[in-house]
């Protein structure tokens, strides 16, 4: 039946194939901990470390994370039969679902959704243990099999984590846990990705996803699997090998402003990643970019007068031979309480991480297939 139903898909126009999810751009950890008062005393206490996630040391053994305060996409799935659900951040930087359990008793898992197995016809148990590295805790749990449904796809027999302990950042989070989209060989525990498990299946008209981001408005935002759309972008899209297949790895030229590298000189490896919110970068080539468009940095935010935004210079991320603009709009992020900031982030690395302030500006498909990123500038 699937395979028909495959043949039929490539018969009609392809957008009637395709699997949607909507993503909620709620509030960050960070707004609803400066609605309180409370983000100065949270910064201090759990430092954000956007390199963590990558960090070859946990490649394998685990997947390693990070506490993003400004996190805000977050899309709802089911697991069991019938189907409880969570709200999940989709994460192209790493590997694994989880979501919390009953057996969990941390605070971070008092105010989310618990996952129920004894709720579940079709749960089975695995028998292994799953721990998830933070920069700031980690995260532990068992592993067991049910069915996933994502934008109407189920997804049987999919291995997934039940948390047993979680960081206490979580707590301020509002996802209830995380869905890996990157590849299996990071997977913690050996798990088999839904995006991995969905392909073998036979369960996408086409093995790639794709992401649209909006920017201030709570809706619009769409994860796509078995395609992409062109209603999402203008112009064409430009197609890049990656350069590692664990996460979406590519490489970069240069970053440069009006014609003059200002970061990545002589090329570096970047990683498209929705899982983390901002553009990371090496901390000389992060605290150059944020000199020249004007910003000082204050208690670890490289801080803008919002009434220079227009006046700020484009910055320019230079791949396999394209340019994709960047432009103050895009990379000044606004708060009612703490004023203007830029979108960069600086770290102890070599990687850079493109982040949602770039793939807001930039419709991203990432195909399996072919082992290529596509960017397309979105609508």
């Not at 291995?159 to 989070?173: V, Y």
């Not at 201030?216 to 090998?241: A, D, F, K, R």
């Not at 003059?260 to 002589?266: E, H, L, R, S, W």
Request: aromatic residues 12%.
């Amino acid at each position: 039946m699937m395979k028909w139903a495959v043949v039929l898909c490539a018969l009609i126009a392809l957008s009637e194939c395709l699997h949607k999810i909507p993503l909620i751009k709620g509030k960050s950890a960070r707004e609803r901990l400066e609605e309180k008062g409370l983000w100065e005393q949270y910064r201090l206490k759990h430092h954000y470390n956007p390199f963590a996630k990558f960090d070859s040391n946990f490649a394998v053994a685990s997947e390693p994370l990070t506490n993003d305060a400004d996190l805000s996409y977050y899309g709802e799935i089911s697991i069991g039969t019938p189907g409880q659900v969570f709200s999940v951040i989709m994460d192209t930087g790493s590997s694994n679902l989880w979501v919390p359990s009953v057996y969990c008793s941390s605070p971070a898992c008092t105010n989310h959704r618990k996952y129920n197995p004894g709720s579940s016809s079709t749960f089975k148990w695995d028998g292994r243990s799953l721990s998830i590295q933070y920069g700031t805790g980690s995260m532990t749990g068992v592993l067991g099999y049910d069915t996933v449904e994502v934008a109407g796809i189920a997804d049987k027999n999919q291995i997934f984590g039940l948390s047993k302990t979680e960081a206490d950042f979580m707590q301020n989070m509002v996802a209830d846990g995380i869905l890996g989209l990157a590849y299996p060989s990071i997977a913690a525990s050996d798990a088999t990705p839904v995006f991995d498990n969905m392909m073998s299946q036979g369960l996408l008209d086409q093995d790639l996803f794709s992401f649209y981001l909006t920017g201030n408005s709570q809706q619009g935002s769409v994860l796509i699997l078995g395609g992409y759309e062109t209603n999402y972008y203008t112009g064409s899209v430009v197609w890049i090998p990656l350069s590692s297949m664990t996460y979406w790895q590519i490489t970069m030229e240069s970053v440069t402003i009006n014609g003059k590298t200002v970061a990545c000189n002589g090329g570096c490896q970047a990683i498209v990643d929705t899982g983390t919110s901002l553009i990371a970068g090496p901390s000389a080539d992060i605290a150059n970019i944020n000199q020249l468009v004007g910003a000082t940095v204050n208690n670890g935010d490289a801080v803008v007068d919002c009434n220079n935004i227009q006046s700020m210079p484009v910055l320019n991320f230079n791949i396999n031979g394209y340019s994709f603009t960047l432009p103050p709009s895009a990379y000044v992020r606004q708060s009612q309480y703490y004023g203007c900031r830029t979108g960069f982030s600086g770290g102890d690395s070599n990687l850079w991480i493109l982040g949602d302030v770039f793939i807001r500006e930039y419709y991203s498909i990432f195909d399996r297939t072919n082992n290529m990123v596509g960017l397309a500038k979105s609508v």
